[in-house]
Structure formats: C-alpha cells, structure tokens
C-alpha cells in the first residue's frame, strides 16, 4: 500500500486522555479515533491487524471443528426474556425499539440466539457434538469504557459456542478449544497464562480465563513462578501447612485494648507478631452467620467461603448485624464464648496459632495467651484465605507469585443453564428428551490488537510481532523527488508485493525525520530504506524489534529479507 | 468440512412465507434461518459465500486504491444533526439511547462518521485523494421487509466513500470505482447492468446502480438490446422521431363526449387510435401549474419534468386545483383556449399529432380535428415521457428493451452536499478554504449472495458459480458403513484439501438419496460419488451445472477435476 493514497494519521504528542501505552500508541500511530466514549473507529493499520489475528482465530476454531457462521446483532427482547437474561443484565445490555415498538437487544452475547437457533434443528443425539463460531461486533454499554479498545462499548469478539450430549463429550470439545486457544494467542505472540477462573453463577465447572500479562490488566493472577499452574487469586487453592511454634500454652487472658480495633494496631499496641493475631470477621452466608477466623497477616476469601457453603450470596455482617449476633461493635469480635448459632470456620492456619490475639466480643478488649482447640469451639477448618505471593503452588510446584492480566479469552462449561431455561433438547439414544450440554468460548478480537500493543512496544513506538503486524515491510525512499530514490523504491515495493509480502511504501513528499518517526511509531518489523547509495543499488535494513541495521545490495535484499521475515 | 460435524438444515419442503426462490432455496439449502422480521443468521454455508463475495470485494476495492477501515455501528446523534438526516431520514434510523441517556443512530450509512473523520485529520489538498471503506453490517429499520435477505432490516455492506480537492479528480476516482463494481459482479457470476439512475435531492450529476437481472427486482431497467446503455426508466430520454402523417388538417370542432374521460375510452368512443390522442394532465411543479402533453399511448415521466424546471416537488394537480386553473374537472382537460397564467409543454411527439382530439376544458367535451400549432399555444416542447420497448436505445444503438433489476451497487457523486453540512474543509493550493467533494459507492453484499441464487438455481436447488460457491467438491460416499468406500472418500477429502481445494464431506450415516438430494440443493460445482466400484479405485463425477456425469478412476481423478475447477 502507498502511504500517500492511505490514511494514516500519526501525531507526535502523546494524547492527554490516553492513560495506557496501548491506548496512547493506537493513537499516536494512527490505528484509531474516537467517536463517542467507548466506540471508536479502526483506520486502515488496525484493520489489517484485526484481519491477521481474525485470520488465527479462523484457523485455529476450523482446526479443532468449529464451524462459522454469522448471527444478527439485533436480537428480539423474548429470547432475552426466555433466559431470563433481559431482566438480570442490567444497564450494560443496550435495548432499543423498532418502528412497531418492539423490543431488542443489541447483541452483548449470543448464548440466546444460538440456543433458539440450534434447539429449532436439532433434534437428536446424532447431530451432536455439534461446534459454532463467528466473530462480529458486540454491544456493551460499561459504565466506565476506558483504555481504549481495552475496554469499550462496541467492540469486536469471537464467540463459539458447543452443543453435546454427554458431559464426556463438552469435555472432550473443552479441552480442543482449550488447545486452540492457546494456539492463538501462541501466534499473536502474547504472553500470556491460562488461569483458572470462577465459574460464578453459571453452576460450570471448569472455566479458564486467559490472561495476557500486563501491568494495566484490572485482574491480579496467582502463577508459580516453575509450573503452568496459574489462576485468578480468587480461585487459587492454599496447600500451605502451618508449625506450630514449640513454645509453653499461656492461660487465656482478658485485656483492656481502648481503640485498638485493626490487626494493624493491635499487633502495634500488644507488640505482637500478625502471624499471632486471629483476624475475626462475620459474614452473612445465604441466611446464616458465620465467623471467620483467618490469621492477622492474611485475608479472606469470601469466593472460598461461599463456594463451602455452597451459598449464592455471601456479604460482610453489618454493624448492626454483628451487634445483634455477637453484642459486640466489629474491631473487637471473637471466636470465644460465642452463642452456638453462629457457626465459627478457621483458616488451617488458625490451628496453628499458638497464644494468639483475639478480639473478646467486648469493645475495647481482647482476649490473649489465646490456643483456639483449647478456648474456642470451631464448627469446622478450611482453606478460607487469599493466597499469597510465596505460597506453595497449588500444584505443589514452585512458589506463587503475582501478576496483572488483560483479559482476552474465556472458555466456559455451561453445563444446561441456557438449554433449561429455553426449552434446547433431544433425544438421547434410549429415546428420552434430554437438555443438550453446552460450552462457550470467547475471544475478544479488538481488545487482543490492544494487549498486544501492551507487550511489543518500545519509547519510539509500536514493535508488531511478525505474526499479526499491519504490514511487513516497510520501504522508505529518503527523498522521492530523486528519480533513483523513487524509482528504486518502486521497483522494490513491485517486487516485493510480487513476492507476496505485504509492503508499505512511504512514498509521501515528507522530510526523512517524519518518515522515521512515522515508520518506528507504526513499527513495522522491517525497514528498507532508499537513500543516496540507490544509484550503486545498495539499501539499508533495519530490523524494528533489535533495531540492528546494515547496508545490503539490492541483489542479495530478497535472501536477508527472507532470512529475517521466511516467506 | 465435514458434514456431520457443521450445521447445513437442509429442508423438503418449500416454506410457506418465502415468495421468491432465493429466499426458498436460502431456507431448504441451510443458508439462513429467519431471527426476527427482516433479521438473520448466515449458517456456515452462506458465512462461506460471504466470505468469498468479500474477498472478491476486498480484491477489487484495494485495487481500486481504497484502504479498508472500520467505523462504529453506534452514531453519537450529534453527527447525525450536524448533517441534518437525524431529522429527515425518519423511521428507517434505528435509535437508541445509552445508560446516560444520550441519543444514537445505528449506522444506515456512514456519510456522517467519515466525514467527521477525515475532517478532523485532512487539512491539505496534498493529502487529497483520499479513498477509504469498509465491509459492516447496517441497520435499517425498512417498513416492509421482504424476500429474506434482499430486504432486511439488518445486512452486510461494503460502502466506501472518496474525498477530493477536484471534480476532475472525483471524475477518475468514480471511474475507477465504476471499473471495480463491474469486475466484482463479473467475478461473482452475475448478469448485471450498470444503470443510469436519478441523482434525487443529492444534486449530483452521475450516478449509476448495479442492477442483477431478474424478474423479481423492484427496478425497471431501459436497456438496449444490442449495446451497453441501461439506465432506471426514469431516467433514459426518448430520442425517437416521429414524422406527421401526410393527411389534410381538418377545422377544429367541438364534441360531445359524455364521461369518456380516460384515453382508452375516448379512443374506443370516437374510434381513433390512442396515437392520436393527447393525454393533457396538469402538474404542480414547485409553486407553479403545468399542463403537460403526451400522446395517448405515452406516459408523462415525472422526473422528467422536474428536471426541466430544476423543481424540488412535483405533484399531480388535485381535482380541486385543476378546476380552479383550468375551470373543469380532470378528464377532459386541453391545452386550447387555457389562460396565460398556466404552461403548457408538449412532449417532442405532440408535434406530429395530425388532426389530434384532446379535452375541451369543458365536462363531457373533446375537441377533435386538433392539430397543435394551429390551435394551441405551446410554451416549449421537450422530453417529457417515460422511454418505452421498442423505442431506439438513446445511444442511437439497437432498440429498448426492458428488464427487472435487483440493485446490488450504487455509485454516486455526492458533491459537497455532507462536507458544507459538517464544515470538512481543506486549504488548496492557493491557501483557500474549500469544502471537500465526495463520492459514495455501495455494495449489499448480503443482498449479492441472495441474487446470485436467484440467477443460479434449477429445480433441484442452488447451482454456485465457482467463484463463489461455499466449496467447490462434495464428496459422498454412498455407504460410510462400507469400509472401502469410506476410507476412499477421507482420503479424497484429505488429498483435495491438501491440494487446495475446498471440500465437503458428506460422512453423515444417511440414505443415499437424501445424501443426493442435499448435494443438488446446496449446489457445489463437482459432486463426488465412492460407491461399490470404490474397491477398483473408480468413483463418478457429476459436474452441478451442466449434469453432466462419468466415472474415473482414482488415478486420473485430480486431472479431470483440475480441468472441470482450474487450480
């Protein structure tokens, strides 16, 4: 493509309302604009972007025998009302109606349609397993559409979606898409984890999110810094044993602690280790009350609390809440000498304590010399914190440590949710109406062109991995009114296409400084420049990811470029 | 692909809702299933046609020198006010509202987001000529959908739009574009004309649509039956002569013609032919009455007129307002004996009127023995009738025949009708603030894949043009639960993939007959069969459009469908 037919309209100042590199970057290198908050326009470089990696998600989804198909962004309010959907999504789901008032979504997510679409064909287990996919524009209206395409309120996804009839066989289907998704972030280049994730209220089982590691990402993963192990720390397991410290039991003590209501203070004022204090908190499971107890230098993990419980809503006690149950303001609860209503779980390390701290239900006291099997009666133990940075790995390898990562994938076992709720079934081989099990798989196509800007960039600008970038080359004459500057740049530019490669030609009457600027901004992987050795036939090339150069002729270009880009 | 594995919902029956035959064969061959009014989902069948229409469209367009964008769905209103279509375009605007209440336009178009676009980056005519587009889905909200995917309410478009400093060079631009539209639809397979069309309000000079040929079509084409002129009806201008009839003028007399209004019963009352009657029918043009003359076997063309007076409105005369210009009713209006105040212009035809009849202004009278110069007072003749069969091709070649057209493109000059609205300005050469001049060029690519269906199918099904066609070989073993021919047809599959060709597999455990009937309806250009004779290395090659069959053996199989496919 010439530069001077196309649209490509770089700035040299860094926009203001641009908080992250990638967002800063897209603009800066002219690959979009804004039009309204949270939308915005492809220009031509992000476009071809978005083609090469929808080109890897093709491939990747055909590959593990997924088919394409195309469904409608506008999407009839009785699909949403048959999930039930169209009254729990809330604001984010955008709604409008046409010329005879009737209503519709504009597609957020096409579990409803898909499920309308394949429940009306099919009918029995002999067409099952069966794989969809498309990749089109979605709607969501956040309510805080920031970062650029990272987070916006159109935006482009693949979304897939399978239908079985045996859990063996969602299985079976999970773990290719699994493999195909790591294929393509693989060869988008990212780097990137598969983390275990919460299932949340969809009742699934397995689900993994994956996570493209960067500092702007808005979740924290816990990875072990050998294995592959990596998951949401939400979702990340604590395999830690506690010592207890071989030391004499001290008798249980009542002492006055006036405001000493954190573990931050009361560890201060008693000039005690954290590890000593016992955290106590009450929380409200589903109906009940239940104390947790964790110790002062951890934190709990109200997804762990609910998920033993198997509750739907887990929430902190409020004040009055905590008054009425445990008569004591929250800073000074405590597991002992509680009424037998409230259920009291401890953290394994809890076990471990040895003369701890505790709050003793009496404002402005605690209890210490604390030993909690002897002065305490605990309902049950369990894994109840928050991982930590230098935990063991869940998988018994290496140590945990953290990290932030944008979401770009998710693949999900739905289980019936949808095919329940909206009537999908067949018939099984004994003849008996069955819901069909489904999974879903997504990838968010626009915001994966922004993660990757997240991990190839540099302080002059873009660095594309080879992979996806807009173009491959790009050829720059250093002065196109010199007859062999250009000619030769339009020779090598013919001949480049010709050999399949994709080719910017800089062909713009601009200074050489603008050229360069432009070309390391835009960050193709190679540059070929055209300067005033074009008479001998000899060019420059410029590697964009090391930055290394040298002069070649142009008889021996064609072998370097093929060594450094294959063909 | 394999045809167990994807989702082609093949049906036996016709619906019953779907009127034309690529809407039938769409529903029957799997292409789509109906969401809602005038809303669909492309199965993978139709996503493969799709695609391959696309790439052609892609092809052409870069080609053309156009760069390939991708703008927003979602209009923030503003844009749509500033260019005033938020107020007159009227139902057909999809709207909606975001969580902060603020209005949008789901894009119809994309006038409005371009031109803010380039607007806000393109201040100079050195970065003129700009030629940009993009393949998105649109919305209108149309007031009676209809025939599937040729009139929905949500479809595919290419829609490019062009920026110039000069007319001279939207001239080269459109010429470009109108060369790229008539290789796209060649390339797609499609009996097509490249029709003159009405400018309409934009005030433009050219125009064309790209009309498919077929009988369902809301267009009539003036086409000449031996060159390459075709224009919409409207516009096409009449250059037949026509010579007097040599006879002697008879007086001007009156008539009595109780209630023989039309020209068909005046011409059977008096028995005259039509040709000798003058159709008198009065117009409002703006703010002014015109009695307009055509002869009796002629109809006046509207647009016609509007053009002669440069008009914005042009009505017919209500009764009401034809007895207050001429003091009679409608029927038996003339142009003899009218006042000053009202025109009268003739069609070049009523000139050669010989002892004419035409109304006498006066209820249940005619004058007859009329001969027009004599008796009347003409204020100016002109071009005033729709172009009939039959007439000479107003390129002076052949002779007009016409048609009905499906319009699949539309190329236009837009002039500076959105960049004065919207102020997208540029300094020329000589530092002057200009508007820009634009152009804008369309393509339904949904409504493409539905026209070619119509102009490729028999009563069997669908029969694809290889340009387009979802795959180009079906293979079907006829028996999967024979061992020889199954393990024949995968290795076919995997040796035609591996050559490059793409392939379905009919793998499904059905009869044979349904496998055959499936395969004529979904249409690919080369049919497979591995029936008994597989053991010997032999199958049968069926070419879909000609139905021509014969049996080859294995090894001379890759020549035979290399002949009947290229490569």
Redesign the interface.
Known sequence: ?KQS???I?TLREVPADAEVKSHQLMLRAGFI?Q??SG??????L???V?KNIEQIVREEM?NA?A??????????AELWQESGRWYSYG??L???K??HN?EFA?GATHEE?IT???R???KSY?RLP???Y?IQ?K?R?E?RPRFGVLRG??FIMKDAYSFHATQESLDEVYDKMFTAYQNIFTRCGLDFRAVIADSGAMGGKDTHEFMVLSDVGEDTIAYSDTSKYAANIEMAPVISTYEKRSEALKPLEKIETPNQKTIAEISTFLNVAKESCIKSILFKVDDRFVLTLVRGDHEVNDIKLKNLYGATVVELASAEETKETLNCVPGFVGPINVSNDVEVVADHAIAAVVNGVCGANEEHFHFQGVNIDRDAKISQYADLRFIQEGDKSPDGEGVIKFAKGIEVGHVFKLGTRYSEAMDATFLDENGRTQPMIMGCYGIGVSRTLAAIIEQYNDESGIVWPESVAPFQIHVIPVNVKNDAQKDLSDKLYAEFLQKGYDVLLDDR?ERVGVKFADSDLIGLPVRVTVGKKAEDGIVEVKVRKTGESFEVSVTELYDKIKQLLGN
């Open positions: 493509m037919m196309t649209f309209p604009r039009n309204t939308v915005y326009s492809y220009l031509p992000a476009q071809k978005l055909n025998g088919s394409e198909l195309l469904m409608p962004a506008m999407q009839q604001p984010e955008m709604r409008l046409d010329r009737r504009l349609v309308s679409l394949v009306d064909e099919v002999k069966l794989s969809l498309q524009t709607f209206d309510k309120r159109e009457p």
